[in-house]
């Protein structure tokens, strides 16, 4: 006994998802070049960073192609199939970097060590 949207609610809510994925889609395409553009992409924490927004980047797109599956997919079964796989894949990537930033932060700040001392 749901609440049934109507369809300019549903397309409301396709418009808003599409906007906000595609802005966040061109926030980390950002991220990724003014990372590369610095010297500083060869620091653990940077290579974190980066591989943080890819992982949105790819996450996001999955998000922003959701109107394309429900055209172009009739039957709704193999392209579903393959966004829902890279929206959980690229969220759990997201979360992994999300967990190795603040383990390196703690290592580095509270624990006053410095990361390349680590690997030696």
């Known amino acids: 006994m749901g609440y049934n949207f109507t369809p300019s609610e549903t397309s409301a809510f396709a418009i808003s998802a599409a ?19 610095q010297r500083k992409h060869l620091f653990s924490y940077w290579r974190l960073i980066v591989g943080l927004a890819f992982a949105d980047f790819f996450q996001d797109f999955s998000y922003l192609i ?18 829902g796989f890279m929206i959980q894949f690229f969220a759990v990537a997201a979360n992994l970097y999300i967990t190795m930033i603040s383990i390196h932060i703690f290592i580095t700040v509270y624990q006053h060590i410095d990361v390349p001392v680590l690997f030696q």
Request: glycine residues 2%; negative net charge.
């Open 19 to 37: 906007v906000s994925s595609g802005i966040s889609c061109v926030a980390s395409i950002t991220l990724i070049l003014i990372c590369f553009s």
């Open 66 to 83: 959701s109107p394309l599956v429900t055209i172009f997919d009739t039957d709704h079964h193999y392209l579903c199939n393959t966004q």
